[in-house]
């Protein structure tokens, strides 16, 4: 109805467009004529018919002795001059007049005929126009999350129409990986909450049947709280994910460089156990943001570096004036094919073991999260045969 109604309208506008040119043009025309067929007839008469006519009588030579007298000849002249140029006058009317009544009936005829064709014309044009525009409907209608891969590949030439059509491709791509990183994330997120909660059961199951011993259950409650440790540490991530989706709720001037120092001193005891040597290289930097959420986009990226590294490694903070923060660590090789896949949540390099300090893999993912609330963009490169990472932020100037 909706399409139908928008054809309506434009077939209205361009047939009133055509109409009217063809009214405009068909008055011209007759006004151009109207005003010049007069003289074109009289001119032509007057050259067709002689001004005097010829009395029969003179017709041959009369005589000298005969000829009419001076004083009488040039009333005679006269009376045939006004008789001749009253005939070409009525003449020149009665032509004028026929050949304007001629002209009106044609003229009607073929406007009328000029605007039966405008309007299909117009129809067609119109239905033209919109054809694009009820293939991206039917395409809309047919969506679903079963078939988000199909696309309208409109093919017709550059336009409006055909950038509206590219765009709308160009949704659907952003919304089909959306869509699919919200189901690879509901089912990761699942899988990782329902292991802690099946590892618990069997530690309650397994280690404590029979008649367990003191000893017993101190390893059995050990490792309760070490599974409900992973189980909240999950929880918080999933929960700081979510909020750092939704956007800031405040902003405020934050300085970078003294964040970076704070966290890697904060992070020097984790460091120390694993043999690795973290260096921050700083320039004065604030950024607008939340301070508590840029305190975790910084350790989580510092952590990631000494939790996946090699032993005696090092992990490199470099704050740069420009607005760019970027942490590089030594570690294992990583192969380039794997870098983008990094900040999606739940992705490791390696398949989890569920070690202890291993982390649930939403670090990088939280960090891309964090640093799109604050309009800044998060990438990742692979050091190369030397092995490790390096991630760089970039915040807006």
């Keep these: 109805?909706?399409?139908?109604?928008?054809?309506s309208r434009l077939t209205a506008l361009y047939g009133g467009l055509l109409l009217l040119a063809g009214a405009l043009?068909?008055?011209?025309v007759y006004l151009l004529v109207q005003q010049g067929l007069y003289s074109s007839i009289s001119t032509a008469v007057t050259t067709a018919v002689p001004r005097g006519p010829v009395p029969p009588w003179r017709s041959t030579p009369l005589p000298l002795v005969t000829a009419v007298p001076a004083q009488r000849t040039k009333p005679l002249e006269k009376a045939d001059d006004d008789t001749g140029a009253i005939a070409v006058t009525k003449i020149s009317d009665l032509a004028g007049e026929a050949a304007l009544n001629r002209l009106l009936t044609v003229s009607v005829i073929v406007f009328a005929a000029y605007a039966v064709v405008s309007i299909a014309l117009a129809w067609w044009m119109a239905g033209r126009v919109l054809r694009p525009v009820a293939?991206?409907?039917?395409t809309a209608r047919r969506l679903s999350g079963a078939n988000l891969h199909e696309r309208i590949a409109l093919d017709a030439p550059q336009g409006e129409l055909k950038r509206l059509a590219d765009t709308f491709d160009e949704m659907l791509d952003r919304i089909e990986r959306l869509v699919g990183a919200q189901q690879r994330f509901a089912a990761n997120a699942a899988h990782?909450?329902?292991?802690p909660l099946a590892v618990q059961r069997a530690a309650a199951e397994i280690g404590l049947a029979g008649e367990p011993d003191a000893e017993r259950v101190a390893m059995i409650r050990k490792k309760l709280i070490s599974v409900a440790d992973d189980s909240e540490e999950l929880i918080e991530g999933l929960l700081l994910l979510a909020a750092s989706e939704q956007g800031l709720e405040r902003r405020e001037p934050v300085a970078l460089d003294v964040l970076a120092h704070a966290v890697a001193d904060g992070l020097?005891?984790?460091a120390a156990a694993w043999h690795v040597t973290v260096t921050v290289e700083a320039e004065p930097l604030t950024v607008e943001g939340d301070g508590v959420l840029l305190d975790r986009l910084v350790h989580n990226l510092v952590a990631n570096g000494v939790r996946y590294n090699v032993p005696d490694g090092t992990v490199t903070v470099r704050v740069e004036g420009d607005g760019t923060l970027e942490v590089t660590n030594t570690g294992p090789e990583v192969p380039p094919e794997t870098v983008p896949h990094l900040f999606e949540p739940f992705r490791r390099l390696n398949e989890?073991?569920?070690a202890r300090g291993e982390g649930a893999g939403l670090g990088l993912s939280i960090v891309a999260a964090i640093a799109r609330a604050h309009g800044a963009q998060a990438t990742a490169e692979a050091n190369g045969a030397g092995g490790g990472l390096t991630v760089r932020i970039s915040f807006a100037p």
Excluded: Q
């Design 268 to 270: 020097g005891a984790e």
């Design 352 to 354: 989890r073991t569920h």
């Design 1 to 7: 109805m909706g399409m139908s109604s928008e054809r």
């Design 25 to 28: 043009l068909t008055g011209v």
């Design 192 to 195: 990782e909450l329902r292991t």
């Design 135 to 138: 293939v991206i409907t039917g």
